[in-house]
């Protein structure tokens, strides 16, 4: 064997050897695309204009927003605006959006993110919430909350709107 074979053997079984040093057993990361969403409340529409934190529940008014979840995730989701009399003894939901589908792209898609709107309609004349009393502070404090899948997982979020003044 010429010293040129015996070198060039030399070389190939320590590919060979390094080759099977660094494959087996091995571990690598994986790269996975972390899930995460946001929830927002983007407005409330008061027909009866400034200030922005009275209210006439008799004229209605609208609080919309949306939801922003990973592409991936199927099912349904609802969005609640509970409000709490300070003083006083409401403490429960005035509207919900339950119209919320979450669906995968077809075709299948790189992960990423989807925006969906929600809308809240308290209409004219609505009894959500019971008529001044004597007494009554008539403020209420507004937190709005978002469930996917009715609760079944723990994919949640709230968001503290404030105090509003509503009569």
């Known amino acids: 064997m010429t010293p040129t074979a015996r070198a060039e053997g030399a070389t190939s079984t320590a590919r060979a050897e390094s080759v099977a040093r660094r494959g087996v057993p091995g571990t690598n990361q994986v790269q996975f695309n972390t899930a995460g969403g946001q929830f927002s409340v983007d ?5 009866n204009g400034a200030p922005s934190n009275v209210i006439d529940l008799d004229l209605g008014f609208v609080i919309s927003g949306t939801v922003t979840l990973p592409n991936w995730l199927q099912g349904t989701g609802t969005v609640t605006v509970y409000a709490q009399e300070i003083g006083g003894p409401f403490n429960g939901p005035i509207g919900n959006d339950n119209s919320l589908k979450f669906a995968r792209p077809v075709p299948p898609a790189e992960p990423s993110t989807e925006n969906y709107r929600w809308t809240i309609t308290i209409p004219p004349g609505s009894h959500v919430l019971p008529d001044p009393q004597r007494g009554a502070s008539q403020v209420y404090n507004l937190v709005a909350v978002f469930v996917f899948d009715d609760q079944l997982t723990d994919i949640g979020a ?10």
């Open 43 to 47: 407005s409330i529409t008061d027909p």
């Open 158 to 167: 709230f968001v503290d709107m404030g105090k509003y003044m509503i009569d």
